[in-house]
């Protein structure tokens, strides 16, 4: 096979979406990266029309949708807000239901601009064949093209979901 001067492979150049995968934890419980929205700049609205912003259109939101299901006999725990983290450029945020809890506590544990419905996790247990779902918000400063969901348990990641940020998803 002869190679033509001048032409180079193609290049597929695209992000990693991982929107639609699972991951079974140890106890069997199933996590879900269901849906992901991001937005650049602007604000959240939460619970009881609580806003916050953004600050600058440098600063992206990251909102993961998570579907946690129960695939045991037995009532099992739900992950926590902090037992995820979102990678970007080397660093690593906190979700604002933790960064933010001292604001957001007392409030309707919602989420209604630019998404909506409840927050991650909607409850702290579920029962056998039961889920509970929810969104996490991140905000991160330049964020490239896309950014890593981890979920980490015991100080380890167990697992990462890629997630492109501002294309249509």
Do not use: H
């Not at 979102?86 to 409030?107: A, C, H, K, M, W």
């Amino acid at each position: 096979m002869t190679a033509l001067s001048g032409c180079s492979a193609l290049s597929t150049d695209s992000v990693a979406d991982d929107t639609g995968e699972s991951y079974t934890t140890e106890t069997e419980l199933e996590v879900t990266l269901e849906a992901a929205e991001t937005q650049s700049g602007g604000s959240a609205v939460f619970g009881n029309g609580t806003e916050i912003a953004g600050g600058s259109d440098s600063i992206t939101f990251v909102f993961p949708r998570l579907v946690v299901t129960n695939t045991t006999d037995e009532p099992l725990s739900v992950p926590r807000a902090d037992d995820f983290t979102l990678r970007s450029n080397g660093t690593r945020q906190q979700p604002y239901q933790v960064e933010f809890d001292g604001v957001l506590s007392g409030i309707e544990p919602t989420i209604s601009e630019p998404v909506s419905g409840p927050l991650f996790p909607s409850t702290n247990e579920i029962g056998p064949e039961e889920e509970a779902e929810g969104w996490l918000v991140f905000t991160v400063p330049d964020a490239g093209r896309s950014v890593v969901l981890e979920l980490r348990l015991e100080d380890d990641v167990q697992k990462d979901w890629s997630i492109p940020v501002g294309t249509d998803q």
